[in-house]
């Protein structure tokens, strides 16, 4: 089967990229058939063209051919879905309003070329299709959507209380570490030593405390000092255990008293520190919450769907898919 894939896979490439002989082995090879409806290479080649040229830039190799079969299968199973609602569709009976697909054509027309629809056949042409057949396939794109919002859209209500459990039962997604962003400037004991080390932590602090910028500190240390951004830290446990000790309970902005490491003293600065803490419920995360049970399940709600659909409409995959 994946050497079957790869070599359709490669063949789309090769008329992507303007390989003719390729395209006429391989245009009228079946996929796929659901109930009446007969899914080719071709009809699956012309949806996903506009990606083929772009993983042929990004891979090569095997990794080409991986990415072009996840690509194909893909296509085929969405093809196969599609038809699955469409079918559906039609046996329920069910017709689809003119005027919603006049109005969606216009949409696209409108996004597309601004609304000149002289241009827009012209771009049709120039992919091989007609309006009438653009037409038609839109009118079938827009029945499948109004089955999908029947079937498995309406079915995705998410109440407050929906939001509050997902939130109460994944809480370690909304917890926050502390995390905190250090500097510092070493001094050498062998440079000042005494009153003079004192001396100098205590000119350091004072010009900070005036505005003087901590990094130029060192350089006017006496024996020159030497600047040191530690970059910012997520866990606190990864810091040295002098300097977390040093730290504990400084506030964003506030230096250290010194911590003698070897022949160095550093003197550290916490530019920012942030405590642990949960992420509220406020509007937003709820907003996020909502989104993210409206996903899980309408992903449930059409896989419990696509079972019931096969289970009423005859469906054959050849080629990728399931």
Not at 35 to 53: H, K, L, M, P
Request: negative net charge; contains cysteine; glycine residues 6%.
């Amino acid at each position: 089967m994946r050497r079957i894939l790869s070599s359709i896979a490669l063949a789309w490439l090769c008329v992507t990229l303007g390989a003719p002989s390729a395209q006429t082995l391989y245009e009228d090879g079946i996929v796929a058939v659901v109930g009446e409806t007969v899914i080719t290479s071709f009809d699956i080649r012309r949806e996903i063209a506009e990606f083929v040229r772009d993983l042929a830039q990004k891979y090569q190799g095997d990794e080409l051919r991986e990415q072009l079969d996840k690509l194909m299968a893909h296509a085929v199973q969405k093809a196969v879905e599609h038809e699955l609602y469409y079918a559906e569709f039609a046996t329920k009976g069910y017709q689809v309003p003119p005027s919603l697909v006049q109005k969606r054509l216009d949409q696209i027309v409108l996004s597309r070329t601004g609304g000149d629809r002289n241009r827009f056949e012209a771009m049709l042409i120039e992919q091989n299709m007609t309006m009438e057949e653009f037409t038609e396939k839109l009118a079938k794109n827009v029945a499948v959507d109004l089955m999908r919002d029947e079937l498995v859209r309406g079915d995705s209500d998410i109440t407050p209380v929906d939001i509050q459990t997902y939130y109460r039962d994944n809480a370690d997604k909304f917890t926050t570490s502390a995390q905190c962003q250090l500097d510092a400037i070493v001094l050498s004991k062998r440079s000042l030593l005494g009153h003079a080390l004192s001396d100098e932590v205590k000119r350091i602090k004072a010009g900070v405390t005036t505005g003087a910028e901590f990094a130029s500190m060192a350089d006017e240390a006496e024996g020159k000092g030497k600047y040191v951004d530690f970059g910012s830290f997520d866990k606190l446990s990864d810091l040295r255990k002098e300097f977390l000790e040093a730290i504990d309970g400084l506030k964003s902005g506030d230096i250290a008293e010194p911590v003698d490491v070897g022949d160095d003293v550093y003197l550290i600065r916490v530019v920012e520190k942030s405590e642990a803490g949960v992420t509220p419920l406020d509007s937003e995360l709820r907003d996020r919450i909502k989104a993210v049970l409206r996903r899980e399940r309408q992903a449930a709600k059409e896989a419990e769907v696509m079972a019931d659909l096969k289970s009423k409409h005859h469906v054959q995959v050849f080629v990728g898919g399931e």
